[in-house]
């Protein structure tokens, strides 16, 4: 007889079980708001490469990811890039910009970008679940993070950047402010 009860509540234990992890749904009232323009590193990365190959380089980078209208340009020994923005169906459907700036350091280059993500038309899907090493589960949703796209660019551009082991000031230069924003 116990068994029987045991038998008949594990139905109720399983739907209030799968109740628990069921991903939430997307709530289309809410407006898509951009994520924060982010760069796509801490600090400054430095190639051996000239100024306008970087630049060209990440140009390139820009266009076969799917960014639109990727242009550059070039005053003395500064250059700036931009693309986008562009819906990209194959990073969620999102919407990227990207840009960069560089500059060049007797005989490096010094160069950052920078990525906005604007999430897709009724938002985010819902997260997807990952195993963590030490087998718990946690839930991500990589869909708000432009750290996959800034590792796309980077290994498409090869630059083969380096990056110094801490901040140095580099970092907060003016140089890598919008120069779009600064125009206006």
Sequence with gaps: MKRN???????????????????????TAKPAAAIEETPCWWSVYRAALPVDTVAVHLVNAFTTLGLTGATSEQIGDTAWAHAGPTRLDAWRGATYLARMAAFQRGDSTLYRYFV?????????????????????????????????????????????????????????????????????
Excluded at 5 to 24: D, E, I, M, N
Excluded at 145 to 150: A, G, R, T
Excluded at 172 to 178: D, K, P, T
Aim: glycine share 8%; with cysteine; hydrophobic share 35%.
């Design 5 to 27: 009860r045991w038998l008949a509540s594990v139905p109720a234990l399983l739907l209030l079980s799968a109740g628990c992890h069921r991903q939430s749904r997307l709530d």
């Design 116 to 184: 906005t993500v604007i999430p897709p038309a009724g938002g985010w899907g819902p997260s997807h679940d990952s195993l963590t090493v030490d087998g718990r589960h946690m839930s991500v949703n990589p869909a708000v993070s432009p750290i996959d796209f800034c590792q796309a660019i980077a290994r498409t551009a090869q630059n083969h950047g380096t990056a110094p082991s801490g901040p140095n000031g580099e970092e907060s230069l003016a140089v890598w402010r919008n120069r779009r924003s600064d125009e206006r």
